[in-house]
């Protein structure tokens, strides 16, 4: 029924893949690490001149700390809509541009967040700006530009939850997998400062009086780490330990920071419980240990996506390229929009590998195809298995 609708939509793509590296150069070309709000400003500004041009109603939430939230809607703001989403945030310090901005050598494109994810941003762009050629768009659609996923979306969270609620599905923009598939599952995941206090003695005078919080961390880093199961897909990581003031002093201090990921829910709830009873054992006298949390992910349990990726993949493959489904152990906000029991997929952007590395690169030859494939889907989206519909 929307067949030719996406044609349309197709069609106009199919010219503008110069016209989107060229956006993808814009962007690229302004530093925008999740602490710039001046350069997370800056890109949405961009972002919103090429919106509005088309007609586009862009809504701008200023936040005082990090960068303005943008949200792009068309076709209305009635629920049963379907989100789409972007971080402009990137994980490289102001200043990275200076040094090694946007380059380009046959079909790589290189430079600061090109695939993670300034390609993603310019993809959203140019699926609404195809949609807003069409006579009629058969559904509402709404796109969240935030600034701060990099860094766990402390700010973003309560907007993409907002923006979430009552749509038919979310669509996140994440880079596409080096192999070319999209993200079908995703682990969520946590982070926590331990710290230990214990009591600091001469080493050599008077040692008993000591109570030393670098050992107790370090018999809690060993149960903490015994949580680790690859099987059921749970890992635990204390990753940095800093503690002591001298080698001769029983160290009254001790921190450490921890990782962990999960596959479910589930998990999530008994992890929590098994830490919290891993720091509060006394099994040190004289130390008394504390743990707070400083970011979490939730994680996109596969069968949330799975309607979503199944119409998805026949798009795919009516445009001409095989896509597969992957489950990667990294998180991202598409577990926030899933945890909330609507159907969303993941690493629909551009393909792009090396992320977070001076040798980033985006697939250039992927912008086209894979816009045309998620505006398809975005038109196609009344055919999602019942199973999913709300
Ligand atoms: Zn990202």
Known sequence: MQEPLIQQACDWLRGQQQAMIDCLEALVNIDSNSDD?????????????????????????????????????LGGTDQGHALLMGHRDTVFPTGTVAGRGYSQKDNLGYGPGVADMKSGLVMNCFVLRALSRLPTCPLPVRALFTADEEIGSPDGRAFIEAAAQGARAVLNVEPGRVSGNVVTGRKGGAGFVINVTGKAA????????????????????????????????????????????????????????LDIRFVTTAQRDQLYQAIEAIIAEPDLLGTVATIEQTSEFYPLEEPMSSALFALYQAQAQAIGFAVDGEF????????????????????????????????????LDTLVPRTQALAATLLNLHNMSAAFER
Do not use: F
């Open 37 to 73: 709000k001046a350069g997370n400003d800056a890109v949405a500004d961009l972002i919103t001149q090429w919106l509005e041009q088309d007609g586009i109603t862009v809504i701008r939430h200023q936040r005082p700390d990090s960068g303005d939230i943008l949200e792009a809607q």
């Open 202 to 257: 001469h080493s050599g005078v008077s040692h008993a009086d000591g109570a030393s919080a670098i050992e107790a961390l370090a018999r809690k880093i060993i149960q903490l780490h015994a949580l680790t199961d690859y099987a059921a897909g749970i890992t635990t990581n204390v990753g940095t330990i800093t503690g002591g003031v001298s080698r001769n002093t029983v160290a009254p201090s001790a921190s450490a920071q």
């Open 328 to 363: 990667t152990g990294g998180c991202s906000d598409a577990g926030w929009t899933a945890s909330l029991g609507i159907p969303t997929l993941c690493g629909l952007g551009p393909v792009g590998a090396k992320m977070h590395t001076d040798e980033e690169y985006c697939l």
